[in-house]
């Protein structure tokens, strides 16, 4: 059984920093590409940002400069790093393996003063 299981998530206030972390089992993500995605309320839920299985990373114009995502595949964890937070930041962050498809269950990150 697939799960990927993120973790890190919390309340934090505006300008602070929040590293997610998501832990794979039942799969190997070396090989893969893996993402973080988030959803805020009322809204669609939208990529963050992807890494291959080479270490290439992209980023949603938002997060650019401000989030870094990176993977320890001795460990099958995925990170995602969050500086210099703002309250639109606010999500339910889902860790993906996009190939084959996967979920986490989600994180709540809530960015407040």
């Known amino acids: 059984q697939v799960q990927l299981v993120e973790s890190g998530g919390g309340w934090v206030q505006p300008g602070g920093s929040l590293q997610l972390s998501c832990a794979a089992s039942g799969i190997i993500i070396s090989g893969r590409t893996m993402g973080w995605y988030r959803q805020a309320p009322g809204k669609q839920r939208e990529l963050v940002a992807i890494i291959t299985s080479g270490g290439i990373t992209n980023y949603a114009d938002s997060v650019k400069g401000r989030f870094t995502i990176s993977r320890d595949n001795a460990k099958n964890t995925v990170y995602l790093q969050m500086n210099s937070l703002k309250p639109e930041d606010t999500a339910i962050y889902y860790c993906?393996?996009?190939?084959?498809?996967?979920w986490g269950q989600g994180t709540q990150v809530t960015v407040s003063s």
């Open positions: 993906r393996c996009l190939t084959p498809n996967y």
